[in-house]
């Protein structure tokens, strides 16, 4: 849409004499012009897309945690900073503290170049969640809930307003409070790819419980980071992987409602290539449903855009774009620019979701690390973007 650019001329310019107080009558006219103006120039603002591309990573610990003593908190901010996150919280164990967190207390919990959320990780012998606000909350009555349903569990977390997000669902830490109940995201990518963790099943598990279920459920990544010394740090570490959010500015609230809507795509390091999926919902050209998003009423078809930032010119990369859990299209590129598009259209069979991946080996730029033949070829993926579903 063209914006109207509205310019006051002298009347040297114009040719006429301006008197000192306008008329009665142009007056009016003045009033009535602009009451005819504001609703176009409203809607020109709503148009705007002001929102921001954000990375962190959901799911780290400190020395508050028992099992990561070498992890303070002192190094943790400036490292998280000198990667170039956006937001960062740290996601201590409850139970090493009997419910009763310290972490948000410690004088190194601050930034002022990161927007800090307040998380914990929920840790029982039926599975772990991440806890994630905006602002402090009460922990205690989560913590109090441990024995209780998941139903219980989900009600607590919307009282206070807190995001609920399900960890590594599969593995040692298997999660048994079941899926029915509501949750606000899923971790589906938990430190290296390949290896400690079932990261392939977590993927296969999430899309059946969006397809069995028929609703939508945004993923996230979160390196599960736990120490600065040792083996795990010369492998992987903050960060590895790293979640993006297209958030509406850069606040912890923005950072939280665009998780969980699902705006938002997974790269394997902070400084590696980036996915977006969009998709045109009315046929006018332009591109502006995003991952996450959905259309309600299932078109004859739909033309998608997925786009790869930065990308490094003669790489090779292979995208990958999967509906409902099965490979739709696979094509090898080789980058020429610093960022890739590929655009496709397709035929929805009713209820349907998409979703994208980016494989490649990755280059050894983005990792300080002594085993990279455990991150696998998976560089990125995005969540989907949903047709049919509410």
Request: hydrophobic share 35%; with cysteine.
């Amino acid at each position: 849409m063209r914006l109207l650019r509205l310019e006051l001329l002298p009347p040297s310019v114009v040719g006429c004499h301006m008197p000192r107080r306008p008329s009665r009558n142009l007056m009016r006219a003045l009033i009535l012009f602009l009451s005819l103006l504001a609703p176009l120039l409203t809607s020109c603002g709503e148009e705007e897309d002001s929102r921001v591309w954000l990375k962190g990573d959901l799911h780290l610990h400190s020395d508050h945690s028992h099992d990561a003593r070498d992890n303070p908190l002192s190094a943790l901010v400036p490292l998280a900073e000198s990667l170039g996150m956006d937001y960062f919280v740290i996601t201590d164990h409850d139970n090493h503290v009997n419910g009763k967190l310290t972490t948000w207390d410690d004088p190194h919990y601050r930034s002022d170049a990161m927007v800090l959320l307040y998380g914990v990780e929920w840790t029982t012998g039926r599975g772990h969640a991440n806890f994630f606000g905006a602002e402090r909350f009460e922990h205690e009555r989560l913590y109090a809930l441990r024995e209780s349903s998941g139903e219980q569990v989900a009600e607590e977390a919307a009282r206070q307003s807190l995001h609920f997000s399900i960890n590594h669902p599969i593995g040692k830490d298997l999660w048994e409070y079941g899926f029915d109940h509501h949750f606000d995201s899923i971790e589906i990518w938990n430190a290296l790819f390949l290896a400690p963790n079932r990261n392939r099943d977590a993927i296969a598990l999430w899309e059946s419980l969006v397809m069995e279920q028929g609703r939508r459920i945004p993923i996230r990544g979160g390196s599960d980071c736990h120490h600065q010394e040792g083996g795990e740090a010369e492998i992987f570490n903050i960060g590895n992987p790293t979640t993006w959010v297209y958030a509406r500015d850069r606040s912890g609230e923005a950072v939280l409602n665009a998780l969980g809507r699902g705006n938002a795509s997974i790269s394997y390091a902070p400084t590696a290539e980036r996915l977006e999926l969009w998709a045109d919902a009315d046929g006018d050209g332009k591109y502006e449903l995003l991952m996450g998003d959905t259309i309600e009423s299932v078109p004859e078809s739909l033309a998608f855009d997925l786009r790869v930032e930065g990308t490094h010119p003669g790489d090779s990369y292979r995208v990958l774009i999967i509906k409902d859990g099965e490979t739709l299209l696979e094509e090898t590129v080789r980058a020429v620019q610093p960022r890739l598009t590929l655009t496709f259209r397709d035929s929805p069979n009713g209820r349907t979701f998409y979703r994208a991946e980016l494989r490649a080996e990755p280059p050894l730029r983005h990792l300080q690390t002594t085993l990279p033949e455990a991150y696998g070829d998976m560089i990125a993926l995005t969540n989907p973007i949903y047709v049919g579903y509410p």
